[in-house]
């Protein structure tokens, strides 16, 4: 299975939460939208331990099967349908998560997350 990490999930394993590391570890591959990686590296900087925690997330980049995800002209469009799709249905959501969702449904990867707003893309593949 191919999964993408949310900005919280992430944080859950390198919290070391044992639901966190099972879901990681039965994935054949491990994506980091560039948002969450963004987003990651915004708190680092309103932290205390922003070198520690950038090293940390400059390891798990580097493993194996761990790869970071950028948007092509298909996320573009996913994410103007998406929008629209929201919009009408009266479900908008942050556009950090919208870009997240657009970026993994137009690759076919399901997302790990913890955020309920993503339960108003019934089109996304979530865990």
Do not use: C
Request: charged share 25%; glycine share 6%; no cysteine.
């Amino acid at each position: 299975m191919k999964l993408a990490l949310d900005t919280n999930r992430y944080s859950d394993l390198m919290r070391q939460l044992p639901e966190a590391i099972d879901v990681v570890a039965s994935a054949d591959s491990i994506f980091i939208p560039f948002i969450v990686l963004a987003e990651l590296r915004y708190g680092f900087l309103k932290g205390g331990r922003a070198r520690d925690n950038e090293a940390k997330l400059q390891r798990f980049i580097a493993e194996a099967g761990v790869d970071i995800l950028w948007p092509s002209e298909t996320t573009v469009d996913v994410f103007a349908s998406l929008k629209l799709q929201l919009r009408k249905q009266g479900t908008p959501i942050p556009d950090n998560d919208l870009w997240i969702a657009s970026l993994v449904l137009s690759l076919g990867i399901a997302l790990y997350h913890r955020d309920g707003h993503f339960k108003h893309v019934p089109q996304l593949r979530q865990i």
